[in-house]
């Protein structure tokens, strides 16, 4: 696994939030799932968690993306926890996973990832949490990735042409998107392994200049 990403651990996230701007609007829920390499080289989930999170002191709440999600942020069975509880809670066991792939940080993978990483940056700052244990601005984006493998950017129509089971009335939860998100991601790079691309990668790399893609 270590050198399948030059020593980056894959983590899928996925937030629910409260509107657009990390800086402002409320995280409310927030995912992830470590991944795993089988002993022939294929990729899949390995372990996944989430926490609901309690708005922080002054977020701004945007009415239509309340909406959207159907959360309600103050519903008491959410069981909702602070960010900083929420996110050493997520941090502590990927840390772990890092170790014990002989990894030396995660690579966030998000469908469209920039939105979920300004999230979980910018409430890692918030927070004061020093080891955040995430690549600070480089990430793997399924969006981009599935438009590339599947000729489809939306995740449920990504899904649907890889053959990954998808059910809308459950989309929207941090914890299931998280986890379609890291099948998504494992089908294409389990993809690319089958048609060539990786071993290709590595006989370049043993022949050098006598092998050429």
């Given at each position: 696994?270590?050198?399948?990403?030059?020593?980056?651990?894959?983590?899928?996230?996925?937030?629910?939030?409260?509107?657009?701007?990390?800086?402002?609007?409320?995280?409310?829920?927030?995912?992830?799932?470590?991944?795993?390499?089988?002993?022939?080289?294929?990729?899949?989930?390995?372990?996944?968690?989430?926490?609901?999170?309690?708005?922080?002191?002054?977020?701004?709440?945007?009415?239509?993306?309340?909406?959207?999600?159907?959360?309600?942020?103050?519903?008491p069975d959410r069981g909702a926890i602070s960010e900083q509880e929420a996110?050493?809670?997520?941090?502590?066991?990927?840390?772990?996973?890092?170790?014990?792939?002989?990894?030396?940080?995660?690579?966030?993978?998000?469908?469209?990832?920039?939105?979920?990483?300004?999230?979980?940056?910018?409430?890692?700052?918030?927070?004061d949490i020093k080891r955040n244990p995430f690549h600070p601005f480089s990430?793997?984006?399924?969006?981009?990735?599935?438009?590339?493998?599947?000729?489809?950017?939306?995740?449920?129509?990504?899904?649907?042409?890889?053959?990954?089971?998808?059910?809308?009335?459950?989309?929207?939860?941090?914890?299931?998107?998280?986890?379609?998100t890291a099948e998504l991601f494992c089908s294409i790079v389990n993809r690319?392994?089958?048609?060539?691309?990786?071993?290709?990668?590595?006989?370049?790399?043993?022949?050098?200049?006598?092998?050429?893609?």
């Amino acid at each position: 696994m270590a050198s399948r990403f030059r020593g980056f651990l894959p983590v899928v996230v996925d937030v629910e939030t409260a509107g657009f701007n990390a800086n402002t609007d409320a995280l409310l829920e927030i995912a992830a799932a470590t991944l795993t390499m089988d002993e022939n080289g294929y990729l899949m989930v390995d372990k996944y968690y989430e926490a609901h999170v309690e708005p922080f002191e002054g977020a701004n709440l945007e009415r239509a993306a309340l909406d959207f999600t159907g959360i309600d942020p103050f519903d008491p069975d959410r069981g909702a926890i602070s960010e900083q509880e929420a996110l050493e809670n997520i941090f502590r066991p990927i840390r772990k996973s890092i170790k014990s792939h002989d990894c030396k940080r995660a690579i966030l993978v998000g469908h469209n990832s920039a939105f979920d990483q300004g999230f979980v940056n910018a409430a890692t700052e918030r927070n004061d949490i020093k080891r955040n244990p995430f690549h600070p601005f480089s990430s793997f984006d399924t969006a981009t990735l599935s438009g590339l493998a599947y000729g489809q950017t939306v995740l449920a129509k990504a899904c649907e042409v890889a053959d990954i089971e998808f059910d809308g009335k459950k989309a929207h939860s941090a914890l299931y998107d998280t986890l379609k998100t890291a099948e998504l991601f494992c089908s294409i790079v389990n993809r690319w392994k089958d048609l060539g691309g990786w071993d290709m990668v590595l006989a370049a790399q043993d022949y050098g200049d006598e092998f050429t893609i």
